[in-house]
């Protein structure tokens, strides 16, 4: 069959195609025919070789997020069978047996679930890790309530704009940042309460004028660096911050004045970890049934990929123009 794969870190180019054979599935496991998949910024890192210990061995296969049929169940799978029409965070990193930059992936069963009804191939292949992750981070980690005010940073992102909607689910009011007119109308669209252009807006400036000077009950750094320094400062005394790009070094000298609680959320952790594996499946089927009564929706950037152009898709995502999910299909 045939595959993208990299053997070597460095930029886009490193990919290359090339024949593999087709994969067996063995207990517990199921083989999928890829229809879609889509790029994420911790793709972009593992090929940059910045995070080595979620990289699979040389030649690796890439990207977590697929939509596709399944063409062969291995023992012990009863909640699937051939035919199915699935989707997933599946693959793509150390621990897990292939990738979806493939025409057939092997995975672990726990991962994948029946995709939901109403969308797409490729519209379900933008949702399985944002959407997965919005969920550990909000519903999980910080319990968010009706009423409580949450910070999503980055609104039009692709985290962001499903965090929005995850939020406005559990019965947030939410507030969400962005950096341009065009991404304010796109976390609108996604329930937002309000938008803040945080190009204009200092944190205490939006603090004061949304928060009654107190902060954000809960907020969610989607963005990581010196914007976990802003997520600290925007947060209200005994307030919660989540953040899912912890690579960094940071002063927590006002998280420790405002008796902040932190969490991080990985969810290659969670998924590379034989242990943890069971936690996906039932929130994938909740993320499911969001999908289907129409409270959770992918949003796609207008520049669509097939597989042999997938440098092109992660160049195109690193240039910071896409907006929502850049997606690839076969």
Not at 214 to 234: C, E, I, M, W
Request: charged share 20%.
């Amino acid at each position: 069959m045939k595959v993208m794969t990299i053997s070597t870190f460095g930029g886009p180019e490193v990919f290359f195609a090339q024949n593999m054979p087709e994969p067996i599935a063995a207990k517990g496991q199921v083989v999928i025919e890829v229809k879609a998949s889509s790029v994420n910024p911790i793709d972009l890192k593992i090929r940059a070789g910045m995070v080595p210990l979620a990289t699979q061995e040389f030649p690796a296969v890439l990207h977590g997020d697929v939509s596709g049929i399944v063409s062969e169940i291995g023992p012990g799978v009863d909640h699937l069978k051939v035919g199915d029409e699935v989707w997933g965070c599946a693959g793509g990193f150390r621990g897990l047996p292939s990738g979806a930059l493939a025409e057939k992936m092997l995975t672990d069963a726990q991962l994948i679930t029946l995709k939901p009804k109403n969308l797409s191939f490729a519209e379900a292949a933008a949702l399985p890790l944002v959407s997965l992750t919005s969920w550990f981070a909000l519903a999980d980690r910080a319990q968010v309530t009706a009423g409580q005010k949450v910070l999503i940073h980055a609104g039009a992102g692709g985290v962001g704009h499903v965090a929005i909607q995850i939020a406005k689910h559990l019965g947030a009011d939410v507030y969400t940042t962005i950096s341009s007119d065009e991404k304010a109308h796109h976390a609108k669209n996604m329930g937002a309460n309000q938008t803040i252009n945080y190009q204009k807006h200092s944190v205490e400036d939006y603090v004061n004028k949304y928060a009654d000077g107190r902060g954000f009950d809960v907020v969610f750094d989607t963005v990581g660096g010196t914007n976990l320094d802003a997520s600290f400062l925007a947060a209200r005394p005994g307030g919660t911050v989540v953040n899912i790009a912890a690579r960094s070094t940071h002063d927590l000298s006002p998280m420790h004045a405002r008796t902040l609680t932190l969490h991080v959320v990985f969810l290659v952790a969670q998924l590379a970890n034989p242990a943890n594996r069971y936690t996906i499946r039932p929130r994938l089927e909740k993320l499911c049934e969001l999908v289907e009564n129409g409270e959770l929706k992918p949003l796609i950037d207008e520049q669509s990929y097939q597989f042999e152009k997938v440098a092109d898709a992660h160049a195109y995502l690193e240039s910071g123009k896409a907006i929502g999910k850049v997606v690839i299909t076969r």
